[in-house]
């Protein structure tokens, strides 16, 4: 950008003797410092977006970490939950198989032998009532708390996933603002230079690789998710665009893998698979062809029974 624009001050400059005599070529250095100024606006706009998108980017990621960890610590509770639930459901219907044998012992001993039946006899079977009525309540009670506890962490884990639709779907609309901007910038260039230079795709990787975790991310959400619809909107707009330039995606997600693939697999075993069965089952990077062109390899995960 900085040698095109030295290019542009030095033909102005070439040129700048002839001003006087020839008012066309006035006109033409004018059209050539006003083009320069444009060029030097979109620049600084990209490198502005550029700035937050890498901001946008680390937030992201902050979030997705502590993601991560409510997901792990849930799973940790849910277990510890469980398992005390089912202790104690086991202790509760072990303690009232207890009383109400004892409570049959008892009847039958008063039917038979009523006249033997003592107030002591009666204290007996109340107390034991008692006891059942107090392990049921307490039970009860513990069964609530880590009912309330599991559902409090599913909305802290909701809460999250909002938050991070929200960041992504701002971070859709930047990263879709960038291509434009860099799109209008490429023809600014074009129509002043008439000269094809080699194109940047950094850009256009980074989108590509924002977009398949993102949608990697959609994939594990329930779609009742607040956001949730309006960021694939947001998805399949910056997709258009992304291939209205001449950009196409390919990611290669679920499909059985063969060694003639031009992608860089990482192998997982996964016993529940049939035996002999390669699929690919997660994509970190997607493949992109750049007008047919192939400008960057997927890079994904195998899972593999063989």
């Given at each position: 950008m900085?040698k095109?624009?030295?290019?542009?001050?030095?033909?102005a400059g070439l040129?700048?003797h002839?001003?006087?005599?020839?008012?066309e070529?006035q006109r033409?250095n004018?059209k050539v410092?006003s083009?320069t100024e444009?060029?030097e606006?979109?620049?600084n706009e990209n490198?502005s977006?550029k700035?937050?998108?890498?901001?946008l980017?680390?937030e992201?990621a902050?979030?997705?970490?502590?993601l991560r960890?409510?997901?792990?610590k849930?799973?940790?509770i849910?277990n510890?939950?469980?398992?005390g639930?089912?202790?104690?459901t086991?202790?509760?219907?072990?303690?009232?198989?207890v009383?109400?044998?004892?409570?049959?012992v008892?009847?039958?001993a008063?039917?038979?032998?009523?006249?033997?039946?003592?107030?002591?006899?009666?204290w007996?079977?109340?107390?034991?009532?008692?006891?059942?009525?107090?392990?049921y309540i307490?039970l009860?009670?513990?069964?609530?708390k880590?009912?309330?506890?599991?559902?409090?962490i599913r909305?802290?884990q909701?809460?999250?996933?909002?938050?991070s639709?929200?960041?992504?779907?701002k971070?859709?609309?930047?990263?879709?603002k960038?291509?434009?901007?860099?799109?209008n910038?490429a023809k600014?260039?074009?129509?002043?230079?008439?000269?094809?230079?080699?194109?940047?795709h950094?850009?256009?990787l980074?989108?590509?690789d924002e977009i398949?975790r993102i949608?990697?991310?959609l994939?594990?959400m329930?779609?009742?998710v607040?956001?949730?619809?309006?960021?694939v909107?947001?998805?399949d707009?910056?997709?258009d665009?992304?291939?209205?330039n001449?950009?196409?995606i390919?990611?290669?997600?679920?499909?059985?893998?063969?060694e003639?693939m031009?992608?860089n697999?990482?192998f997982v075993?996964?016993e529940?698979?049939?035996e002999g069965t390669?699929?690919i089952t997660?994509?970190s990077?997607p493949?992109v062809?750049?007008?047919?062109?192939l400008?960057?390899?997927?890079?994904?995960?195998?899972?593999?029974?063989?």
């Amino acid at each position: 950008m900085n040698k095109f624009i030295v290019s542009l001050f030095l033909l102005a400059g070439l040129t700048c003797h002839a001003e006087a005599d020839n008012p066309e070529i006035q006109r033409v250095n004018e059209k050539v410092v006003s083009l320069t100024e444009r060029v030097e606006y979109l620049s600084n706009e990209n490198q502005s977006l550029k700035g937050n998108v890498s901001k946008l980017m680390n937030e992201v990621a902050t979030l997705q970490s502590q993601l991560r960890s409510v997901d792990a610590k849930s799973d940790s509770i849910d277990n510890v939950l469980m398992s005390g639930v089912s202790s104690n459901t086991q202790l509760a219907n072990n303690n009232h198989a207890v009383a109400t044998e004892k409570i049959q012992v008892v009847e039958t001993a008063s039917q038979s032998n009523i006249h033997q039946l003592t107030v002591w006899g009666i204290w007996a079977i109340v107390a034991l009532l008692i006891v059942a009525i107090v392990i049921y309540i307490v039970l009860h009670r513990g069964i609530s708390k880590g009912t309330d506890a599991i559902s409090s962490i599913r909305a802290a884990q909701s809460n999250l996933e909002e938050e991070s639709v929200k960041l992504d779907t701002k971070l859709v609309e930047l990263l879709d603002k960038q291509l434009s901007i860099e799109k209008n910038q490429a023809k600014a260039d074009t129509s002043v230079a008439q000269q094809v230079a080699v194109p940047d795709h950094s850009l256009a990787l980074k989108v590509a690789d924002e977009i398949t975790r993102i949608e990697k991310n959609l994939s594990r959400m329930d779609t009742s998710v607040k956001g949730y619809k309006p960021l694939v909107k947001a998805i399949d707009r910056i997709k258009d665009n992304f291939k209205a330039n001449g950009y196409e995606i390919v990611t290669y997600l679920g499909q059985a893998y063969n060694e003639g693939m031009r992608i860089n697999p990482e192998f997982v075993i996964d016993e529940t698979l049939p035996e002999g069965t390669r699929t690919i089952t997660s994509v970190s990077k997607p493949q992109v062809h750049f007008k047919g062109e192939l400008i960057q390899k997927a890079s994904v995960t195998v899972s593999q029974n063989i």
